[in-house]
């Protein structure tokens, strides 16, 4: 089955730093990418929805000079969660979509975001 | 608005059949997906029903009945290892998922 790669798994950050979270579509073109953010016992937030080559489309009360989305390619996008604080801390998952509308979405591993 | 219910928790017996519904409402309809999520982890994609009817994958089925507003995830032959939670996602008419908040399945020995 369709493969996406999310890197790193787990990162620890200082407060006030910036983290860059990588996801892959391996074995197919990814028009489409998704950030989401679940925190514990909840459901999938989405954060934004990035199409290839152009600019990501962000959520109601998501901060789009905070978390940064690039979708340079068809098989990479990434998230820079810029001048982290303790309450970024989360699990953020990316998502990918082949061409077609109706294609599933295959998720990537997800990251675990601490902000010390 | 939209919406889409699931149960929140369910418990089920190793090797027996469970059932977990989902009902919605949204703007539009382009087909439903069940995904698969253990604790700790991203979710993985299980089924995806855009006709009416049944689709069968081996020890799991997704069923839709879009004049209802309704599709169920059966489970057969229950594992423990099925212990996870189970996501009910819409496609509605602009694409975009609607997702329900889960229903967490206990299986128990």
């Known amino acids: 089955g369709a493969v996406v790669s999310q890197h790193p798994s787990r990162v620890i950050c200082k407060s006030g730093t910036s983290v860059k979270i990588e996801c892959r579509s391996l074995?197919?073109?990814?028009?489409?990418m998704f950030w989401y953010r679940q925190f514990p016992k909840q459901s999938l937030m989405l954060m934004a929805t990035s199409n290839e080559g152009s600019k990501a489309t962000y959520e109601q009360g998501v901060e789009k000079d905070k978390f940064l989305i690039n979708h340079a390619s068809l098989t990479l996008s990434t998230l820079t969660v810029t001048s982290a604080h303790p309450e970024d801390s989360s699990f953020y998952i990316c998502s990918a979509r082949a061409r077609g509308e109706n294609s599933p979405l295959h998720f990537g591993n997800g990251t675990r975001l601490t902000v010390t | 608005g939209q919406n889409i219910d699931q149960p929140t928790e369910m418990t089920a017996t190793e090797g027996a059949i469970v059932q977990i519904n989902c009902t919605y409402q949204t703007s539009g309809f382009n087909g439903l997906f069940w995904y698969q999520q253990h604790a700790g982890e991203a979710p993985t994609f299980l089924s995806y029903?855009?006709l009416d009817g049944l689709e069968e994958k081996g020890r799991f089925s997704s069923f839709l009945s879009r004049s209802k507003g309704y599709s169920y995830l059966l489970l057969k032959e229950l594992q423990m290892k099925d212990s996870a939670s189970y996501l009910c996602a819409v496609l509605d008419s602009n694409y975009q998922l609607i997702w329900g908040a889960g229903t967490k399945l206990i299986i128990k020995p």
């Open positions: 029903n855009v």
């Open positions: 074995d197919f073109q990814a028009t489409t």
